[in-house]
């Protein structure tokens, strides 16, 4: 299905609405770059319905599934993820499960190859839990006379070491607490190319809808219990979404295609496209469900 833009889309979702659905993937495309691999992987994951917001100068696969709709829309200026996520949380029925993204990224979770994304949203359900905390692992390519836009499936490289954790505080000074930055990938070792306020790699990006809900500029969401990494009294399940848009975005900019000339180190690993490898690293964890 199409929809002329997202107010559009988001009248529709509010005329259809019976109550939550399953699980929704928003995906805002803003380059021509594996457009088709990523809605594939979504819909693979078993998302009910997968919405790609693209502009009108963007190419379309031609892909064939129901639970696929485009909504015409400018992904690429400022505060365009947060305007079109907050769109769709004020028309979408409360409790809907929602998770949002850009093309060449893609949601991972524990044993995501043989369990559901609905799966694991009725666990952390249950668990009275409305958010699923996800780290965004920067995907590169090392080699780029091969690869010159630092994307590449099939020869993906990920760090395996240097994420780390760090206390967040209010403007009172007051800690918050279970709701820490953590850092790490290219925008850890490439910190000086990469403004202070995008240098921190965790995102609300999987939460369930509820009246006034806001999702701001810093990928976090307005009430704070969805910001947590875990619940009080045991460890959660966490996610995470594997990025090729920073190594894009460094080889898209003149000032830093000139000075980068490889993203290889020794703290880099092949990518597996398995979640057994981010848990074995310890990037993503279960927490009680097995």
């Known amino acids: 299905m199409e929809h002329d833009g997202i107010e559009q889309f988001a009248a529709a979702l509010r005329k259809a609405r019976q109550g939550p659905s399953g699980p929704v ?25 997968v919405v790609a917001i693209v502009p009108d100068d963007l190419p379309r696969p031609d892909l064939s599934d129901p639970r696929l709709d485009w909504v015409r829309g400018e992904t690429r200026r400022d505060g365009a993820c947060s305007d079109f996520v907050n769109a769709v949380i004020a ?57 010159p836009t630092g994307v590449t499936r ?7 070491i240097g994420y780390f954790a760090r206390d967040r505080y209010d403007a009172q000074g007051r800690l918050l607490e279970r709701q820490p930055d953590i850092h790490g990938g290219l925008r850890w070792r490439l910190e000086e190319h990469v403004p202070a306020d995008r240098r921190q790699v965790l995102r609300i990006a999987l939460f369930r809808t509820a009246p006034g809900l806001k ?76």
């Open 25 to 49: 993937a928003l995906v805002l495309i803003e380059d021509g770059i594996e457009i088709e691999s990523t809605l594939r992987h979504h819909l693979d994951l078993g998302f009910s319905q």
């Open 91 to 147: 028309a979408a029925a409360p409790g809907q499960w929602l998770f949002y993204c850009y093309n060449a990224e893609y949601l991972f979770f524990p044993f995501s190859e043989d369990r559901g994304v609905a799966d694991l949203c009725a666990f952390v359900a249950e668990e009275r839990r409305d958010s699923v905390p996800c780290v965004t692992l920067d995907l590169f390519a090392t080699d780029f006379e091969t690869h």
């Open 154 to 160: 099939e020869a993906a490289h990920l760090d395996r």
């Open 215 to 290: 999702l701001g500029a810093d990928h976090r969401l307005n009430q704070a219990e969805y910001n947590t990494l875990q619940s009080p009294w045991h460890r959660s399940p966490t996610a995470a979404t594997a990025s090729f848009r920073t190594a894009k975005a460094l080889r898209r900019n003149p000032a830093t295609r000139g000075v980068i000339d490889g993203l290889d180190w020794p703290g880099a690993t092949p990518f597996a496209w398995r979640s057994r490898q981010l848990l074995d690293l310890g990037l993503i964890e279960p927490g009680q469900w097995f």
